[in-house]
């Protein structure tokens, strides 16, 4: 199983733990969003190795949380129900945990830092989650872009690399 695979099981576990029925895909590819930044901002690396985002007309998404639902559901480990709103064009997507592995390969100081990043972000409406997502270094740099261009860059890979390290941090150590 992959770290994002395991990363995204110990989120749902905690959303279970929270008395929430499941989270959506955007809420989801949000969630592990922010917690690639915040990553950067402390250690100057991701969490997860090898994870793209892209842009997106709703903010930033990725290939690899798409495949890695995928897995987690085929391998029985969580469930997904398909739910539609009169108003709403799009059908909402909704993860659960059913199951989890024997073992969770993170170790404590990992799990530290998830319940902190996910603590932070998991009772954010789904608006406020995506003004925090927009806030990010990566999405203002490719903002800026679009701006000068006039077109939505959709598609385009964001640059996790233009997350600068928290200057308090760094001073700490």
């Given amino acids: 199983m992959s770290r994002l695979e395991f990363t995204i099981l110990y989120l749902l576990a905690k959303v279970k ?24 901002k402390f250690t100057g690396e ?36 398909t739910t539609k709103k009169p108003n709403y064009p799009y059908p909402r997507h909704g993860f659960s945990i059913k199951k989890l592995p024997k073992k969770i390969e993170l170790d404590d100081s990992e799990k530290i830092f ?34 000068k261009t006039g077109k939505i860059s959709e598609g385009s890979p964001l640059n996790l690399n233009s997350v600068s390290l928290d200057q308090e941090i760094v001073d700490l150590f």
């Fill in 17 to 40: 733990e929270k008395k929430i029925d499941d989270l959506s895909k955007y809420q989801i590819m949000k969630l592990i969003y922010l917690l690639e930044i915040e990553s950067r």
């Fill in 46 to 81: 991701g969490f997860i190795d090898s994870i793209s985002f892209y842009r997106h007309d709703r903010g930033p998404i990725s290939y690899d949380i798409y495949t890695a639902l995928k897995n987690l559901e085929n391998k029985n480990y969580i469930g997904m129900k």
């Fill in 114 to 147: 998830l319940n902190s990043v996910f603590e932070s972000y998991i009772g954010l409406t789904l608006n406020k989650l995506g003004r925090v997502t927009y806030s990010s270094e990566p999405m203002k740099e490719i903002l800026k872009e679009e701006q």
